[in-house]
């Protein structure tokens, strides 16, 4: 079966611009995550959706990072006016369901090269 | 706060050699813990995870983990390790609420002929 699709799987952007990332969860996955990967790093948690309720984007670095997933499948994280220390590869996870503790399902990623 | 510490960088072990990757973490309460592996190009996979129970925990791919409490430590290990195995390991753990977890920075395993 399809597992996480992530794209772009590679993205260069110029200083300034602004970036959106798309993640197509499992079908049917409650659990939308998403992570920043830098160079030589673990993942670190930015956001976590439950359906279409962001329910804890205590990870995100700045404004400038916006995330949403407003049907409760395909998620977008966007970044505004980027910048060279966003420079890193955008995981996305998704989980069948919060209520237990499930496995979490990553995608490829996205590798973000900010000029 | 939760974390995880991977003292080791970067392993390298010959095929068919054992292998112990380290992990210590830090939680208050009984933790979730995870392990990882991330092959180039290639997303997250779970290896073994431990919530509860027999702190010996197996996994996939020939993979095992010890939990040990009084060490704060979560290892894992493979008795025989195939080139295959050349990946980046991860380990995680968890806070018990809604799968939110803080990864380790990963170690690096290299398998030489």
């Known amino acids: 079966g399809a597992g996480v699709s992530q794209s772009p799987r590679y993205k260069v952007a110029k200083r300034g611009q602004d970036v959106a990332l798309r993640c197509d969860p499992i079908?049917?996955?409650?659990?939308l995550f998403w992570y920043q990967q830098a160079l030589g790093q673990g993942p670190e948690f930015l956001t976590y959706?439950?359906?279409?309720?962001?329910?804890?984007k205590s990870g995100l670095p700045s404004d400038r990072f916006f995330a949403e997933r407003p049907e409760g499948s395909v998620s977008t994280l966007k970044i505004q006016r980027t910048q060279q220390e966003d420079s890193a590869v955008y995981l996305c996870?998704?989980?069948?369901?919060?209520?237990?503790?499930?496995?979490?399902?990553f995608g490829p990623g996205t590798r973000l090269t900010v000029l | 706060a939760q974390s995880v510490t991977q003292p080791d960088i970067h392993i390298t072990v010959s095929e068919g050699a054992s292998l112990e990757l380290r992990c210590n973490y830090s939680?208050?309460?009984?933790?979730?813990l995870f392990w990882y592996v991330q092959s180039p190009g290639q997303g997250l996979q779970l290896l073994l995870k431990?919530?509860?129970?027999?702190?010996l925990v197996q996994g996939i791919k020939g993979f095992e983990a010890e939990f040990k409490r009084s060490q704060s430590s979560f290892n894992l290990r493979k008795p025989s390790v195939h080139w295959s195995d050349a990946a980046e390991y991860f380990c995680?753990?968890?806070?018990?609420?809604?799968?939110?977890?803080?990864f380790g920075t990963g170690t690096k395993l290299q398998v030489i002929p």
């Open positions: 996870a998704s989980s069948t369901d919060s209520a237990s503790y499930n496995e979490q399902f």
């Open positions: 431990y919530f509860s129970g027999d702190t």
């Open positions: 959706f439950q359906n279409e309720a962001q329910l804890d």
């Open positions: 079908s049917g996955h409650v659990s």
């Open positions: 939680y208050g309460a009984t933790p979730y």
């Open positions: 995680a753990v968890g806070d018990g609420g809604y799968q939110k977890v803080t």
